[in-house]
């Protein structure tokens, strides 16, 4: 036994099939993706020809154009190629009631329940990658007309993809006056809130992004995509209060299943201090991958936090695990190095702390934070040199930023730096 789901998007607007059937079809571009489709199925089912699999297989092929929300009705047998609507000539309630009838009566009693199964991480993320999961959001609207149908969404879809390729070619404000366009004409069109959102969030605008993707959240509040990229900058922006309340009061069935979102709330439980709860938000998070690296590092931070407000060495022991954990799922995450060096310090195992450091900086010379962990400890160390100059550059990128209190006792490191140096 075995099953198999090959899933098509061609033929489908904008046409635009791969050579040799661009060419082959240049005037009728529909032809040449329809060309495109049956050579690569052709491929599949030469395949279970060799292999002798039709003599035992059932082939099913659907498409999804029975559900535009404009009416149809067409004669098939006279009018293949449906170019004749003659829903004005019929009383479409009889054929509705026929068949309403006639779903009732094929589907099976058990699925006419409303169940909400719970999908896994990995499923999950496969989903999101299909865009069954981020895919449009829907508006308040309870009645679906003409303005909901595909054929005139697929336009501003299609926009919102384009601007966010002129922001990736370095036009910053033209990607943007685009996305600003598609919202003046709908403001239903969940992508171009989150690639707005996105944009601003890498111009260093994440105020704005904020601003944005709660527009979206409001005008499209079953919209999964405008409300995991709204956790997400609240949370970076540390308005946690607003990102708990946006997640617990959320009625979106794919945020229960989504370790990410589960994630954002335990890092927004930490921040606040409430380590038992964003303890269990990690767990849930882990229960759902148990492969996600993130939350394994966030949850080895929150127990540092927690280790430093009960001052009990046995949670640096279980931050140490998580992060060698997330380190073990993704060799490259830097910051689960620099977690892991803040709590071996802690730990009292400094030699460790400033390799797993170097290595941090090794992989993100970009980290600055962990510039200013290693230069502290190789100070500690007497290594003036070396702490001089990861301190120097974390002033560089950080002083801005820093409180008069910080700005001070960095200098005053900095200054002990130069002191060890004359000596």
Not at 81 to 99: D, G, V, W
Not at 136 to 153: I, M, N, P
Not at 230 to 249: R, S, T
Not at 371 to 388: I, P, S
């Amino acid at each position: 036994m075995w099953f198999l789901w090959v899933h098509l998007f061609d033929p489908h607007d904008p046409y635009d099939p791969p050579e040799p059937f661009k060419t082959d079809h240049e005037n009728k571009l529909y032809d040449g993706e329809v060309a495109y489709v049956d050579h690569s199925l052709g491929t599949l089912f030469e395949y279970m020809e060799r292999g002798d699999l039709f003599r035992r297989t059932f082939v099913v092929l659907t498409g999804d154009h029975g559900e535009s929300p404009i009416p149809e009705y067409y004669d098939l047998k006279k009018d293949y190629n449906e170019t004749k609507n003659l829903l004005r000539e019929i009383k479409p309630e009889s054929y509705r009631a026929e068949l309403k009838s006639l779903m009732e009566e094929k589907t099976p009693s058990s699925a006419l329940k409303k169940t909400q199964p719970q999908v896994d991480g990995r499923a999950l993320a496969k989903l999101k990658s299909l865009g069954y999961i981020s895919g449009s959001g829907t508006s308040a609207d309870r009645e679906f007309g003409q303005k909901h149908d595909v054929k005139r969404l697929l336009p501003y879809h299609n926009k919102a993809v384009s601007a966010l390729r002129e922001f990736q070619a370095g036009h910053m404000m033209k990607a943007v006056d685009m996305l600003k366009e598609i919202l003046t004409e709908r403001d239903d069109i969940d992508i171009a809130y989150s690639n707005l959102a996105s944009i601003y969030r890498d111009m260093g605008r994440l105020g704005d992004a904020i601003e944005v993707a709660r527009l979206g959240m409001n005008n499209l509040p079953g919209s999964y995509e405008v409300f995991s990229i709204l956790v997400n900058y609240l949370v970076a922006a540390g308005l946690n209060d607003e990102a708990i309340a946006l997640i617990e009061g959320k009625s979106i069935h794919a945020a229960a299943s989504d370790p990410e979102i589960w994630n954002f709330l335990g890092v927004a439980r930490s921040r606040k201090g409430e380590f038992d709860e964003a303890l269990k938000a990690f767990a849930k998070s882990l229960s759902l991958d148990p492969d996600y690296p993130v939350s394994y590092m966030n949850r080895g931070l929150a127990h540092i936090g927690r280790s430093k407000k009960e001052r009990k060495n046995v949670y640096l022991e279980l931050a140490i695990d998580d992060f060698r954990m997330a380190i073990r799922l993704n060799p490259e995450m830097s910051s689960a190095y620099n977690g892991l060096g803040i709590a071996l310090i802690e730990s009292g195992y400094v030699d460790e702390a400033i390799r797993s450091w170097e290595k941090a900086l090794e992989l993100n010379p970009q980290s600055i934070q962990t510039h200013y962990n290693l230069g502290m400890a190789l100070l500690d160390q007497g290594k003036k040199t070396g702490a001089f100059g990861h301190l120097e550059t974390y002033k560089e990128k950080a002083g801005p930023f820093l409180s008069p209190q910080e700005r001070e006792k960095l200098e005053e490191s900095i200054a002990k730096c130069r002191v060890l140096s004359k000596k």
